[in-house]
């Protein structure tokens, strides 16, 4: 019934239909019960709406962390690979992690996988890679984390203490295994072929508590490795927690592009480029005449600027609510979900924005001088 | 005509027909006529017993290094993989090194390899490698090298600085073509799949000079990766002498194994293991009885004591060649060259020893504080 999709580690394309995925990677739904279990351990007592909302719906061993969770059993995992500007599909990942540490007070380890990117695209270079790096470091130090609890990364900066246990999970890790699980053809290049076991480095940082991956499920397979060879390394599996994928502005299939400007949204986009590029592309659940629109009601479940603003932009529930009624009978058009999408897309990019230039300080302290980047340098 | 052999760079066995193997690798000899100019422009006149005797044979691009050599124009790196205790075989390119440094002025850099040995030895952990890589530095310091003008570096230690070289061959060779060179299969491991490119590394480190690499010819196949895409990289093709294989105890065929501790002579073996195992294990080529041996004479050839008495131990010409006659001719016995060989073994083992303890204090130079180590601590 489901059109053809394609997900792994690096390619995602065609509708996806994620509850075949949760059976096809093995994972596990990220059930009610456990929702309320983790959101009465909150300091807020309040969920994110990614998990209220259903966006965040896969885990794998997320009830082993939840069982002692207000014990401070864990840290978080994440990362960006610098390979071009960073767009609103970028942030989910960070924004899941900074609510886990405002609401948990976890430390939080930040990958900027340079040597990944440079390895996979063919035409930058080193130093091109590297001033993406910056770029993306300031965009991700505007999402506000705790500076003396967060901890971000360059690979090839902060490589001496990746490489020993890299290694290790290399050293479990044969060719046969990780053709069939990364899909490695004999045109693949040794780098992009390595790169899996740094970014599996991370993961046995702290031995004595869960690593937490807040990640897009379409990344799943990546930590297959990780999780068959850790126990036999002395180290704990990774645990994670699988978002959903924001749609591209074209509609509900597939995922942004960083390449293609069209499907996103990106975090530079001045307020007069939003506006055009959502009026101009994003697919609408309206009807083709405002007459017919009006007489059989839109489909928000197929509209982008409904989902956006569900996923990531309206968090008010009764509000939220609203404006599925209203589109869905068709007394809201096309043209004002629209315009209530630009409006809020408008706010939090600049609010972004501001952060961005606030923030610049702190980046010193996320790599060299705040108390969990000190540790790390020690190591 | 010549029996099965195997050479690549991780295995050798059988009897070892040279010739063919600068064919089928496509290197060059050492001519009498290189080796000439390579005199000429020696501080001392002199060369090394290893080019005099053509135990160094084979080259690569040597004939360009020479046209400017005594400009400086050359720097030489060499290594260890640290996986067991070393014997008189590895000594062979640190010897032919120091030499080079003594006539050249030149730096020489010496890479310890942890990560391969760990990579490659199924049940080594990385505490045992880099135990036995300090034992090996120790070793290597009794070379006494210039410690100005030699860096020492554990791979594991120095990653950050050939991390950004390896990546940049490694991303110039995808797994086919390693597949060919390095026999590579579904059972290799990713880390020893992605060490051929740290080994590239040092290849990189002065950019306006030949690196020359002084190596056992079987090394040879470990380089064809660097000479096919140096340039492309902007870095220049690396350079080699080749010199043939210091024949086990048991015979002229194959190498001394490190695991195997009957084929060869350690630096830590004492006088008397020396001398039980040149009398129950060397190679003879003496004959049967004493009366046959007086009547038709040694064999020399095929004679372990003279050949490592040739081409390690017995500098002068004038006395190797007296010791060839007297054996060939059945004046000299096999009991009696192998008392010449426990002798010198002796003496060359002594001396080796008391060097190491006296070369200690030169370690932290080599590795952290001399001129050179200093600066590629900058890079």
Redesign the interface.
Known sequence: MCADYKVTAWEVSGTIDYEKLIKEFGTSHLTKDLKERLRLKTKSKKLHPFFKRNFIYSHRDFDKVLENIDNNNFYVYTGRGPSGEMHLGHLISFLTSKWLQDEFGCNVYIMISD?EK??VKKNLT?EQIDKQSDKDIEEIAAIGFDPDKTFIFKD??Y??HL??F???F???????N??AIFG???????????Y??IQNAPTAFERNKFCLIPAGIDQDPYWRIQRDVAEKLGFKKVTAIHNKLLPPLQGMDGKMSSSDNKTAIYLTDTPELVKSKVNKYAFSGGRPTLEEHRKLGGVPEIDVAYNWLYILLEEDDIKIKEIYNKYKSGDMTSGEIKKILIEKLNIFLENHKQNKVKNKKLIERYKYTGKLAKEMWKL
Do not use: R, V, W
């Open positions: 040597d440079f390895s080193l090839t900066e490589i001496k490489y020993k890299a290694l290790q290399a050293k479990k890790t044969n060719l046969s990780a053709k490695f053809t004999n045109e693949t290049n040794l780098g992009h072929m390595f899996p076991n």
